[in-house]
């Protein structure tokens, strides 16, 4: 699998993961979970949409597509109270993301050094069929990696949300539709797929 680090472009689909650096745990308590999805609302959803994530105690995957410059500005609008607003690069809101996560991190267990392994992956993703392959790949990741017998147990990752109707800023409507409705959403997920997408071992 070929890997790009070069810097997100504006409306594009990604592959974003990473690990914790040396293979450490990136999550060691459950309050962990919610803070780095906290952050993760802060810095990145006004800059990308978000289809579809796992996060898993040594690693993550998010699969996004980075706004446009213009749908950044309907995001947050074009002034704050301090003057106007400057277009955020993606890249740099994932780079931000990850300061502020391991600075937390590392006040709260006493560690010092770098926490994530740099710099964070990404890889285009450039195919309806990546996409949904993509998609049951990280809803299934905690199974896959042992943490649960069945993925729907794991609580954080976004495949309970295309389950719901409670308001979410994962783009359900928008995914449903590109597998043809829940049903075929749920099915999806239940296929072996011969081709593996894993692009590392985390243990």
């Known amino acids: 699998m070929i890997m790009s680090n070069k810097p997100l472009q504006f409306s594009r689909f ?3 993961y990473n690990r914790g650096n040396n293979g450490e745990n990136l999550f060691v308590q459950q309050r962990n979970y919610p803070y780095f999805i906290n952050l993760y609302t802060k810095y990145i959803v006004p800059v990308a949409q978000t289809f579809a994530y796992s996060l898993l105690p040594n690693h993550f995957h998010f699969f996004i597509r980075t706004r446009s410059e213009e749908e950044q500005l309907e995001q947050i609008g074009p002034f704050s109270e301090n003057g106007p607003i400057s277009i955020t690069q993606p890249s740099r809101a994932f780079n931000n993301m990850f300061i502020a996560y391991a600075r937390a991190f590392n006040n ?3 560690r010092t050094g770098a926490l994530f392994e740099r710099p964070f992956h990404r ?3 450039e195919s ?3 996409a949904q392959n993509l998609i049951t790949y990280i809803h299934r990741n905690a199974e896959t990696h042992g943490l649960v017998d069945d993925f729907r147990d794991w609580p954080w990752s976004s495949y309970e949300a295309y389950l719901s109707s409670a ?3 994962i783009e359900r409507d928008e995914v449903l539709e590109w597998f043809g ?3 075929q959403f749920v099915a999806a997920h239940k296929k072996i797929e011969t ?3 894993v692009w590392f071992d985390p243990e």
């Open 108 to 110: 709260a267990t006493g």
């Open 195 to 197: 081709e593996s997408l």
């Open 128 to 130: 309806n069929a990546h």
């Open 181 to 183: 409705g829940v049903e």
């Open 167 to 169: 308001p979410t800023k």
């Open 123 to 125: 890889k285009p993703v």
């Open 14 to 16: 990604y592959h974003i």
